[in-house]
Each structure stands twice: as structure tokens, then as C-alpha cells.
């Protein structure tokens, strides 16, 4: 158990929603990034937050948009989506310049 | 542009022979070096890091990689392959502001 935890563990919805991944970081640690796995995308990392700002930002849709709160936890707002949206979501975090703990995530199919 | 590749995609091993699984990254200065490894359907555990000294590190369940400078590499190794180490590594690298994976190698262990 690394600590980060996601919900939900499953997702279905169908194209053109909207839907909202959450999640929480280990006790302690500020950043939280969010990645993408896919079969033929591979790992992809979308964005990090640190402290509740954005710090980096990697290969995220417009349609998709990230926040994080003041509690640390933060959330993946995924709209009209698409069938090539259907991937898993991980979130990791990390204290700065660590190691990253990865949650384990969030499967979204898209129908 | 900072990178990490992976240039093995799928390696087959016995149960009880060596392995080594290929990293190499550009990057201009030093960077933060970690091994990971993926489960079916599980997230992303870390095995093993580098930030500095020993260039050679020790991780969890046996797996130890080697950092050379020269060749801008971090291959991780494991002398005795047991079944349970069927699953898929990822290399990744810190450069101080965004985290960067590689493509993954595909870990089958045959009896």
C-alpha cells in the first residue's frame, strides 16, 4: 500500500460526459502529479501540482483540467469524452524532489 | 529535450537466470534516476533509486541497477529471476521540475 489512494477504482460512461477522478496524497507530501496509461500511449503524464499550484504540465487534453485543494487532495476533470479517453488514471506524489508513490488507479472506459 | 528510453519492449527469461532491462536518458546534468515496476492491473511500486554517491544501488526484492555516467545509463539488474518478477519496469528520471518515464519493458518469465 503506497499510501495514495484514488477513487473510484471503476469507471464507466459513455462519450460526450464529463467525470471527475479523485485523489488523495501519502500524509505529508505536497505534490501530486496525474498520468495517463494507455495501450498504445504508454505512460503518459498529464500534470503536477504542488502546494495546490500548478508546477508542470505534460501532455493534457484541454478537455481535461486538474485542481488541487487546500487539504492536498486533488481531482482530474475529464469532459466530452472520447473513446480514445478510455485508459487508467494513476495519480502519484511525492515530497519535493522524491520519489514518486503511486496510487492505484483509476480504469475509465468509455462507451 | 530531456528523454528516457527503453529500448527493449518485451524480454523473455527462465525462472533463475539473470536479467538486465536497458535505460538510458538525456539529460544535461545529473539527474534523479528511479527503476519501477508494474503489475497487471496494479500501480506503479518503486524498486530502486539514484540521486547521488554509490553509483551502484540496491533495491527492493533483489534488483539493483547501476548508474554510468558516460553512457547515460541506469540499467537494472537481478541475478535470479523468479516467476513472481513477471511484470512490466518502467525507468524514469527527475531533471528538478517534471518527472520523465520511459516506454516500459515487458518482463515474462518462463519455467
Known amino acids: 500500500d503506497s499510501g495514495v489512494t484514488q477513487t473510484p477504482k471503476h469507471l464507466i460512461t459513455a462519450t460526450g460526459q464529463r467525470v471527475t477522478l479523485r485523489c488523495s496524497p501519502r500524509?505529508?507530501?505536497?505534490?501530486v502529479y496525474w498520468y495517463q496509461q494507455s495501450l498504445d500511449q504508454g505512460l503518459q503524464f498529464l500534470i503536477q501540482?504542488?502546494?495546490?499550484?500548478?508546477?508542470a504540465k505534460g501532455n493534457i487534453l484541454e478537455r481535461f483540467s486538474a485542481q488541487q485543494f487546500p487539504d492536498l487532495h486533488s481531482e482530474l476533470n475529464l469532459s466530452s469524452l472520447e473513446l480514445g479517453d478510455s485508459a487508467l488514471y494513476f495519480c502519484?506524489?511525492?515530497?519535493?524532489?522524491?520519489?514518486?508513490?503511486f496510487g492505484p488507479g483509476t480504469r475509465l472506459t468509455v462507451l | 529535450a530531456q528523454s528516457v528510453t527503453q529500448p527493449d519492449i518485451h524480454i523473455t527469461v527462465s525462472e533463475g537466470a539473470s536479467l538486465e532491462l536497458r535505460c538510458n536518458y538525456s539529460?544535461?546534468?545529473?539527474?534523479?534516476l528511479f527503476w519501477y515496476v508494474q503489475s497487471p492491473g496494479q500501480g506503479l511500486q518503486l524498486l530502486l533509486k539514484?540521486?547521488?554517491?554509490?553509483?551502484l544501488v540496491q533495491g527492493i526484492k533483489g534488483f539493483e541497477a547501476e548508474f554510468k555516467r558516460s553512457q547515460s545509463s541506469f540499467n537494472l539488474r537481478k541475478p535470479s529471476v523468479h516467476w513472481s518478477d513477471a511484470a512490466e519496469y518502467f525507468c524514469?528520471?527527475?531533471?528538478?521540475?517534471?518527472?520523465?518515464f520511459g516506454t516500459g519493458t515487458s518482463l515474462t518469465v518462463i519455467p
Open positions: 539529460y544535461g546534468a545529473t539527474p534523479y
Open positions: 539514484y540521486f547521488s554517491g554509490d553509483t
Open positions: 524514469a528520471v527527475y531533471t528538478g521540475n517534471q518527472f520523465y
Open positions: 500524509s505529508g507530501d505536497l505534490s
Open positions: 501540482y504542488y502546494n495546490g499550484e500548478e508546477r
Open positions: 502519484a506524489s511525492s515530497v519535493p524532489a522524491g520519489e514518486q508513490f
